[in-house]
Nanobody, 121 residues
Framework: QVQLAESGGALVQPGGSLRLSCVASGSMLRIIARSWYRRAPGQQRELVATITPGGTTEYADSVKGRFTISRDNTWKTVYLQMNSLKPEDTAVYYC???????????????WGQGTQVTVSS
């Protein structure tokens, strides 16, 4: 089983920037994708950004052009660079990895505990 730990959340003013980090540890995992999700107050959890081993990235329309997902070469750490932050970006941000330890049929999602991002003046 994989353990994930997010960090980097903070209080920031509108227009500011933050970089979130997520470090994976534990059992070996064949990665399908690594993603960032967020849950804003009173809203459902939503997918923010995804990166795959093939190098493809996807972003929610609400963050496109402002956020960038990246990772190190070992895939141990994934980042979310957030620029031009808006109050509506306020949320708990969660790190996710989708993968499998055995066969593809046994794929699972693993989650971090979340890190709070608050955008306010």
């Amino acid at each position: 089983q994989v353990q994930l730990a997010e960090s980097g959340g903070a209080l920031v003013q509108p227009g500011g920037s933050l970089r979130l980090s997520c470090v994976a540890s534990g059992s070996m995992l064949r990665i399908i994708a690594r993603s960032w999700y967020r849950r804003a107050p009173g809203q459902q959890r939503e997918l923010v950004a995804t990166i795959t081993p093939g190098g493809t990235t996807e972003y929610a329309d609400s963050v496109k052009g402002r956020f960038t997902i990246s990772r190190d070469n070992t895939w141990k750490t994934v980042y979310l660079q957030m620029n031009s932050l808006k109050p509506e970006d306020t949320a708990v941000y969660y790190c996710n990895v989708r993968g499998y330890e055995g066969s593809w049929n046994d794929k699972s999602d693993y989650w971090g505990q979340g890190t709070q991002v608050t955008v306010s003046s």
